[in-house]
């Protein structure tokens, strides 16, 4: 009933409008309650639809913008890793210990344990005259074998020379030994190589070159695998020259452009060559013209009969006609004259004819001597041509050939502006495109970019040259079995062959992955090549050195000495060594100086340094001498006039006192004179059975060596230019910014390195023999850097006082 009533009054109160509070309230609170839970319910539904959406993002495949597919990016191959040899402080200490204990009579100084302890993947190590790096070499093997457990099949030593390579291999055998390791001479042999055996195993892994034979070591005998001396220093034997002679025949007979090439360069070899006339031969002889010119008349008449005897006087197209030619207002005589050609005739002695005949006159002597003496005036005083006939067989080709008249290959000697004497013009061929090839050039197109004057009387040689080595080595790949030169080998697998590599075998690759090199002051940019081709090649791989302990990665180790860098000639360099860091760039490399000498006392290697010092190299780099035997004995190097009394008597002197004697000298020509004076000395040593004590050599083949006493002959000097050279040095990148004669100057500096080479053979004694008067004007010379106030130098005979340049100093007075 309440329920009705309440439903009664409120109808009647909405119908006549009537706005109950209480009834508002209610109603209101029941449309809050109702809109309360309407929109939770649709709150709920949009939020739930916005989290599953939500929830579909968090949980994507592949998240984020999209991507467009490429390629991967190149990587630069880097030679070496970011790596180290895992020595620990607990294994160098067990290192020191144990070489302490096997060697207590050579304990390595603080800067060789640096060499033998290296834990970087690059190491270079500067290394003086008798610093002991052989050693020291050898005890970074062992360290690499034995306590970091490097396969041998991973390791090689590269030098340069055989003597040296044996020489190294011996020590190998000799100090793993002491470590208990029996090591064959032949396994030894497989760790120690030259640079030739070892790019002579990359050819021969190639098809096809499995046979493949060097030219260099063609007339090596059976079971020699290798030549004596430096390959930087080639002698070409007679079955090389009779190769390249066939080339010559045949490339002559069917290419026009290279015979006539070839016949311009016959004809210009047989005039006389000019001479300065300030060379030394000429200011000699140029004092004797008058009493030369009162023994031409007799001279001219006994060289006639000598030729008419034999059978070739007179020659067809030659004038037998004593024209006189005027020389330093004397009056001379020649002996011929070819009037199509405008050239007067002087005969020589021929090689069939005793060296003992003598000038029919009362002021004569040995006709040879007079020859030349008359000869050398014509090459410094005689304007008109002249050609020098001095070989009966030769004589009428000579002829021909001046008249354009050349039947056959011609045959003679041919001397590159800037070289010191002539060679045959074959192997004058070889050594300058062997040159080129050195600096990592090619040697074709080397010639093709140089550039000369207008006239340059070398411009058809290099052009001939040219068309020479191409036909050349093509004749040698030809070959059954195949040929090749070391250079060809080693500019296959440069840089610029890098595509070659993939025909090689990880066995060929694997033993350079650990790699010492010794003397790399000799390297030259197309060993350089190489090296880095082949650490490249090793990278690319991931070919890493098997061994038993910690994972070793490729590693080299140079050492060398810049200033005993005296290759320059053949194409090497010390810049190699000295940017060493750039030339192989690693992550992290180490730099080892050893300055310690054990063979010379203090003054030697004072006097040494003295002159070297003058060439660019490190700084702060000194020698300092450690050899107890010697080491209190200071004596200076004792410089002089040649004097063969003093020098007889010194060697004798040395001799007696049982020390050994090293007798070296610049020019051939005075190793004859040499042995002729000391034949006493010689004699002895081979009755006493001490052949060995008494040696003689060059300055450059003496490197390496050491003797108690030491005498040098001859000054160490350059006194000519290379236009060519220097051309070839500046497209090899070879010459320092600025420099436009960079050939010439590293020969400057190559003449001081050469001297330091020479005095730091000598143990105690050192004994140097120059001549102050610079007869022929010098670019360079070494011993202008002696000074006579210092106490490491003994200057017997003093430099005299320079001559007067016509400008009086006057003293300047203060302002």
């Not at 000598?306 to 006087?313: C, N």
């Not at 050609?341 to 040995?366: A, C, M, R, S």
């Not at 003295?610 to 035997?629: E, L, S, Y």
Request: charged fraction near 25%.
């Amino acid at each position: 009933m309440r329920g009705f009533f309440n439903w009664l009054t409120n109808a009647i109160l909405d119908g006549v409008g009537f706005q109950q509070t209480s009834a508002w309230n209610a109603g209101r609170l029941v449309g809050t309650e109702q809109g309360k839970s309407k929109g939770l319910e649709e709150g709920f539904s949009q939020g739930h639809a916005q989290g599953l959406d939500d929830g579909k993002l968090i949980v994507e495949l592949r998240p984020g913008t999209p991507t467009i597919p490429a390629p991967p990016g190149i990587k630069e191959p880097a030679l070496f890793k970011d790596w180290r040899f895992a020595i620990t402080p607990e294994m160098a200490a067990e290192i020191r210990q144990d070489v302490k204990q096997y060697l207590p009579d050579q304990p390595p100084s603080e800067d060789q344990w640096k060499m033998i302890l290296s834990t970087t993947p690059t190491t270079s190590v500067v290394a003086g005259a008798g610093s002991g790096k052989s050693t020291t070499m050898v005890l970074r093997l062992i360290v690499l074998y034995h306590y970091l457990k490097i396969d041998l099949s991973g390791l090689t030593v590269v030098t340069f020379t055989k003597e040296s390579k044996l020489d190294f291999a011996k020590k190998v055998r000799e100090v793993f030994d002491l470590w208990g390791y029996e090591v064959s001479e032949k396994k030894s042999l497989e760790i120690v190589r030259t640079f030739h055996s070892r790019i002579l195993s990359f050819a021969k892994s190639i098809d096809g070159l499995s046979d493949v034979k060097t030219f260099e070591f063609l007339d090596n005998k059976p079971g020699e695998d290798e030549k004596d001396g430096s390959m930087l220093n080639v002698k070409l034997g007679e079955t090389q020259l009779d190769l390249m002679n066939a080339t010559y025949h045949e490339l002559y007979e069917s290419n026009t452009e290279f015979r006539s090439l070839m016949g311009e360069l016959y004809q210009r070899s047989l005039l006389l060559a000019e001479m300065d006339k300030d060379h030394p031969d000429v200011l000699e002889r140029q004092d004797k013209a008058w009493q030369m010119a009162n023994i031409d008349d007799a001279l001219c008449a006994q060289l006639e009969g000598l030729w008419e005897a034999a059978g070739y006087w007179p020659i067809d197209g030659i004038e037998p006609a004593r024209k006189t030619v005027r020389l330093l207002g004397k009056n001379f005589r020649v002996n011929g004259y070819i009037p199509d050609f405008d050239t007067y005739v002087i005969l020589g002695v021929d090689d069939t004819e005793p060296n003992e005949i003598k000038l029919d006159h009362q002021y004569g002597w040995f006709m040879r001597k007079h020859v030349r003496d008359k000869r050398t005036l014509f090459q410094a005083f005689c304007s008109p041509r002249v050609v020098y006939l001095n070989s009966y067989v030769d004589a009428s080709r000579s002829v021909d050939a001046l008249k354009g008249r050349i039947n056959g290959c011609p045959k003679f000697q041919y001397k590159v502006k800037g070289e010191i004497s002539s060679s045959y013009i074959l192997e004058a061929f070889f050594v300058n495109a062997s040159f080129i090839e050195n600096l990592g050039l090619d040697a074709i197109e080397a010639v093709k970019n140089m550039t000369l004057y207008k006239g340059e009387p070398d411009t058809p040689f290099f052009h001939a040259m040219s068309i020479y080595w191409a036909a050349f080595n093509e004749r040698l790949l030809q070959m059954s079995p195949p040929v090749m030169t070391f250079n060809s080998m080693f500019a296959m697998f440069s840089e610029r062959g890098q595509q070659n590599f993939k025909a090689v075998p990880d066995s060929v690759l694997r033993p350079m992955t650990t790699l010492l090199i010794d003397e790399f002051q000799d390297v030259g940019a197309n060993t350089i090549s190489w090296v880095r081709a082949t650490f490249k090649e090793i990278e690319l791989r991931g070919l890493a050195a098997k061994t038993l302990g910690a994972p070793a990665y490729a590693s080299v180790m140079a050492v060398g000495d810049d200033w005993q860098s005296i290759y320059g000639w053949r194409g090497s360099s010390p810049r190699f060594l000295m940017e060493f860091d750039k030339e192989f760039r690693s992550p992290k490399q180490t730099q080892v100086f050893m300055q310690e000498n054990h063979r010379s006392h203090q003054m030697v290697v004072d006097a040494a340094e003295a002159i070297v010092n003058q060439t660019p190299g490190f700084d702060n780099k000194h020698g300092v001498a450690v050899n107890k035997r010697v080491i209190g004995n200071q004596v200076p190097v004792e410089v002089r006039e040649l004097d063969w009394e003093h020098l007889i008597q010194m060697a004798e002197h040395h001799y007696d006192a049982g020390n050994s004697i090293l007798i070296l000298y610049r020019k051939r020509d005075t190793k004859k004179d040499a042995k002729a004076k000391l034949s006493v000395v010689i004699e002895r040593a081979r009755e006493d059975k001490r052949d060995k004590a008494v040696k003689f050599l060059t300055y450059h083949s003496s490197k390496g060596l050491q003797a108690d006493a030491v005498f040098l002959l001859g000054d160490c000097e350059v006194t000519t230019s290379s236009p060519s050279r220097n051309d070839f040095y500046a497209q090899a990148g070879m010459a320092n910014p600025g420099e436009p004669c960079g050939y010439d100057r590293a020969q400057q500096q190559e003449a001081l390195r050469t001297a330091y080479v020479a005095i730091t053979r000598a143990v105690t004694y050192c004994y140097w023999y120059v001549s102050w008067d610079e007869k022929v004007p010098a670019s360079e010379k070494a011993s202008r850097y002696i000074k006579g106030d210092q106490a490491y130098w003994n200057v017997v005979t003093p430099r005299p006082a320079p001559p007067s340049d016509g400008i009086k100093r006057k003293v300047v007075k203060g302002r």
